[in-house]
């Protein structure tokens, strides 16, 4: 990688940084080009240039996102274990990462969603696919749970206990540690599930 494909790449992470925090801040509406350009450091046009609007930022932070949460590899990994509860465990580990690194990513999206229509579609079509995630994950799982559990109840279950609002009230509002949601969260998904 050229110097100049590294400072390309480290002023895209910092106009991503920066419209994060005033997003949640201002709230997605309130915030503009202007605003996320003159906190970062850069010119309008460079943020144009880079994302063409604030929808293109907004997928910036989802993929940045994605990236640092690592939870496909994570999943990927819990789907390799022939042991019940070591894959279990690798998925709350996943779902902890997911929404340590990215609750307030969900916060930014529906700020969004309710101004955009273009945003809210996006919004779903992340959610949809995260329940198809999950759906191939509990499918892929089936043969270890309960006998008298089917995979339709299984897939409400992991989906109720792993949505963003339950890590943000345990850990945001309730003061647990990621730690502390990951261990809960592994052992009640063990305790729900598995026989």
């Not at 006998?147 to 509002?173: F, G, N, P």
Request: aromatic share 8%.
């Amino acid at each position: 990688m050229t110097h100049r494909q590294r400072q390309a790449l480290a002023t895209q992470a910092l106009i991503v940084d920066t419209s994060c925090e005033l997003f949640l801040q201002q709230g997605y509406g309130a915030t503009t080009i202007e605003a996320i350009a003159d906190r970062a450091g850069v010119s309008v046009s460079t943020v144009y240039a880079i994302f063409k609007n604030k929808r293109g930022i907004l997928r910036s932070i989802r993929e940045a996102w994605h990236r640092k949460s690592e939870q496909h590899n994570i999943y990927q990994q819990a789907l390799e274990q022939v042991d019940a509860a070591c894959r279990f465990e690798l998925a709350a580990h996943a779902t902890r990462r997911q929404w340590e690194t990215g609750a307030s990513m969900i916060d930014i999206y529906k700020s969004a969603a309710a101004i955009d229509g273009e945003a809210a579609a996006e919004l779903d079509q992340a959610l949809q696919g995260r329940r198809e995630a999950l759906d191939r994950f509990i499918a892929a799982s089936a043969h270890m749970f309960r006998r008298d559990l089917t995979q339709e109840k299984a897939a409400a279950i992991y989906c109720a206990l792993t949505q963003a609002e339950v890590y943000q009230e345990l850990v945001e509002r309730g003061g647990w540690s990621p730690d502390d949601y990951e261990s809960w969260l592994a052992g009640t998904l063990k305790q729900q599930l598995l026989a």
